[in-house]
């Protein structure tokens, strides 16, 4: 029975949990809320992408999206939550990533490449190509 406890803290202490937002209004220029969605997905392996947390928050009900896959790539992010960004008019799914209390910066990786932190927050927000405002 210890031995169980044990271990159970133990995988809970190399776990981590992250929080999917999403924005979907075009061009909002806004990182806080109000948010269209917002899931937080707990018991990650210490190693997941945030595409394994996508997929985490798929199997939990409370997000879906659709992406294109490129071999050399990756995931490039298509929809999210039935909410298509449309490449005939410049749209894309912005991701953006910051600790609880710190502003939110673009993401240096695409969802294939990208691991969150523990306790990370990630929001993706609908976005056209050009659009000025780059925070």
């Not at 159970?8 to 924005?23: H, P, Q, T």
């Not at 209004?25 to 992408?49: F, H, I, Q, W």
């Not at 410049?90 to 523990?118: C, D, F, T």
């Amino acid at each position: 029975m210890f031995r169980f406890a044990l271990l159970s803290l133990l995988s809970l202490a190399l776990s981590k949990r992250c929080e999917l937002l999403v924005i979907s209004e075009l061009n909002s220029g806004r990182t806080g809320p109000p948010y269209n969605s917002r899931v937080v997905v707990r018991s990650l392996k210490s190693d997941a992408k945030l595409i394994d947390v996508m997929d985490a928050a798929v199997a939990l009900g409370k997000f879906s999206y659709n992406a294109t896959i490129h071999h050399q790539w990756g995931a490039y992010i298509t929809a999210i939550n039935g909410v298509e960004a449309d490449g005939g008019n410049k749209e894309y799914w912005n991701i953006m990533v910051g600790m609880p209390g710190e502003e939110m910066e673009n993401s240096p990786l695409g969802a294939s490449s990208y691991q969150p932190r523990h306790r990370e927050r990630v929001l993706f927000r609908l976005k056209t190509w050009g659009d000025s405002d780059d925070h």
